[in-house]
């Protein structure tokens, strides 16, 4: 199946801190890339939908201005969590769909952000 | 619109078989997909259907009804590492809109 990377895998940060992580599809261009949250012992959570192009759509109760998405190519799209607190402190996947095919959804290996 | 269910927690014995049953609905889902998620882990993909029927890959099987709104997850032959979330996720048939997932089933596989 196709690969979505993510970078970094681990990040400890300290409060008000940025954050920035990248999700590329490696073999296999994405127009549209999609974040979620995760919290120990709950399901998956829709953050946003990344467009390559132009401006992400955020679900509801999504921070625009904390959770900063940008799209820059038909690979890479980058999370940035501004001025990080504990609260955020969660488990950061995203994915992308293969239009090729099935047009199933491959995840990233995920990011684990802890802030201090 | 958009409501998948499945049951929060099951327990089977290694060796044996366990299905896992997922119901939606919902309009406009063309595709059923199943997820297996380690804890921990991003969820991987498992099986697609879009037509009625079974679909059998190794030791892992999932089957759709679309006019029931119904699909199961068959594994058979347990072992201890498929102790996991399984997540049931609709979607349509284009690639800018996410797919729709169920809240997941944990499945611990016991001696």
């Known amino acids: 199946g196709a690969v979505v990377s993510q970078h970094p895998s681990w990040v400890i940060c300290k409060s008000g801190t940025s954050v920035k992580i990248e999700c590329r599809s490696l073999?296999?261009?994405?127009?549209?890339m999609f974040w979620y949250r995760q919290f120990p012992k709950q399901s998956l959570m829709l953050m946003a939908t990344?467009?390559?192009?132009?401006?992400?759509?955020?679900e509801q109760g999504v921070e625009k201005d904390k959770f900063l998405i940008n799209h820059a190519s038909l690979t890479l799209s980058t999370l940035t969590v501004t001025s990080a607190h504990p609260e955020d402190s969660s488990f950061y996947i995203c994915?992308?769909?293969?239009?090729?095919?099935?047009?199933?959804?491959?995840f990233g290996p995920g990011t684990r952000l802890l802030v201090l | 619109g958009q409501n998948i269910d499945q049951p929060t927690e099951m327990t089977a014995t290694e060796g044996a078989i366990v299905q896992i049953n997922c119901t939606y609905q919902?309009?406009?889902?063309?595709?059923l997909f199943w997820y297996q998620q380690h804890a921990g882990e991003a969820p991987t993909f498992l099986s697609y259907n879009v037509l009625d029927g079974l679909e059998e890959k190794g030791r892992f099987s999932s089957f759709l009804s679309r006019s029931k709104g119904y699909s199961y997850l068959l594994l058979k032959e347990l072992q201890m590492k498929d102790s996991a979330s399984y997540l049931c996720a609709g979607g349509t048939r284009s690639g800018n809109t996410p797919l729709v997932f169920g809240k997941g089933t944990r499945l611990s596989v016991i001696a």
């Open positions: 919902t309009s406009g889902f063309n595709g």
């Open positions: 990344s467009n390559e192009g132009s401006k992400a759509t955020y």
């Open positions: 073999d296999f261009q994405a127009t549209t």
């Open positions: 994915s992308a769909r293969d239009t090729r095919g099935a047009e199933t959804q491959y």
